[in-house]
């Protein structure tokens, strides 16, 4: 079974700074991998996805993840954090033969002025 | 941009009530899940739905739970006899393919809370 982790509940960064959220996985084999954003009242919005090709995927509103395999991770980066940035990040996995998403816990992203 | 669509945007219900939580998807979309949220947890899949009947469903979604399509715009989630323990936001999702890189759209949710 498939499991994700998201270290660090809550990440503060300020504006113009690197943001850096970090998602590992456990995964029998190569799962299907996804970042999801959430606003304050609102559904949950696919940021990008990975699933077979180039390892760095690029997303909206300027992220990026890298998957690294040996690394079991997918970290998801934003050279510049914007003040419109902050929310809350679930990373997802979905698994071969499997179609349903298993989320991570979530980081919480405030950015101060 | 097409966007799922989820009514009401919170439930109260007394406890021991039934409550039927509704979505429509986005119109060429296949494939339906629920998911829901406990406050302070993880999002968990409940159930996922194709050509009128469940494909997949999680040791969640017992028998209190039940989906329906019932025409060919709504999704359906009934929650029969609820306890205080299905306070949560619940989210339903659509696809358009069965793929795994077809992504799942998100309504804003619908938050329940069981007095």
């Known amino acids: 079974a498939q499991s994700v982790t998201q270290l660090g509940s809550h990440v503060s960064v300020s504006e113009g700074a690197l943001v850096l959220l970090r998602c590992n996985y456990s995964s029998s084999v190569p799962p299907y991998l996804f970042w999801y954003v959430q606003y304050p009242n609102q559904g949950l919005q696919l940021l990008l996805k990975?699933?077979?090709?180039?390892?760095l995927v690029k997303g909206i509103n300027g992220f990026e993840a890298e998957f690294k395999k040996s690394e079991t991770s997918f970290h998801l980066t934003k050279p510049s954090a914007h003040m419109s940035d902050a929310a809350e990040y679930f990373c997802?996995?979905?698994?071969?033969?499997?179609?349903?998403?298993?989320f991570g816990a979530g980081t919480t992203v405030t950015v101060r002025a | 941009e097409p966007e799922v669509t989820q009514t009401p945007s919170h439930q109260v219900t007394q406890m021991g009530q039934e409550v039927i939580l509704r979505c429509v998807p986005i119109s060429n979309h296949l494939y339906f899940y629920w998911y829901r949220q406990i406050l302070g947890q993880k999002v968990e899949f409940l159930v996922s739905f194709y050509n009128n009947e469940i494909s997949e469903k999680s040791e969640i979604f017992d028998d209190q739970f039940s989906v329906e399509r019932p025409d060919g715009s709504n999704f359906t989630l009934k929650i029969r006899s609820t306890k205080l323990e299905d306070s949560a936001m619940y989210f339903c999702a659509s696809s358009p393919g069965q793929g795994r890189n077809q992504p799942q759209h998100f309504g804003d949710g619908t938050r329940l809370s069981i007095l």
């Open positions: 990975y699933t077979t090709g180039a390892t």
């Open positions: 997802a996995v979905s698994e071969l033969g499997d179609y349903k998403l298993s």
